[in-house]
């Protein structure tokens, strides 16, 4: 089995930073892409920024310029640097990944998500 372990999440207030991790362990054999998403209860699960198989990075509009996503080279480890963080980020986030698993080429993870909540 996979496991994706989310860490890092809480309370801040406005303007304030969070840094969220997100460890991968298993008998998988390689981490392909790691995202992070967020979902608001009720609304859609929001894509916010990824790492793909070459270790290129990707960010929604909402979030280029405050979050920052990082790992170690595979991909093992990630994290999600949140800065200047805003009431509408308040929601639950969620770390996902894309590997290769000894007797299946390609599987998919979702972490159980951790809850970030900016209030003042």
């Known amino acids: 089995q996979v496991q994706l372990v989310e860490s890092g999440g809480g309370l801040v207030q406005p303007g304030g930073s969070l840094r969220l991790s997100c460890a991968a362990s298993g008998d998988f054999i390689k981490i392909y892409r790691v995202a992070w998403y967020r979902q608001v209860p009720g609304q859609q699960r929001e894509f916010l920024a990824d790492?793909?198989?070459?270790?290129?990075?990707s960010y929604a509009d909402s979030v280029k310029g405050r979050f920052t996503m990082s790992g170690d080279s595979h991909k093992t480890t990630t994290y999600l640097q949140m800065d200047r963080l805003e009431f509408e980020d308040s929601a639950i986030y969620f770390c996902?990944?894309?590997?290769?698993?000894?007797?299946?080429?390609?599987?998919?993870?979702w972490g159980q998500g951790t809850q970030v909540t900016v209030s003042s």
């Open positions: 996902y990944a894309e590997f290769a698993h000894i007797g299946r080429p390609w599987m998919t993870h």
């Open positions: 790492i793909d198989n070459n270790g290129v990075n």
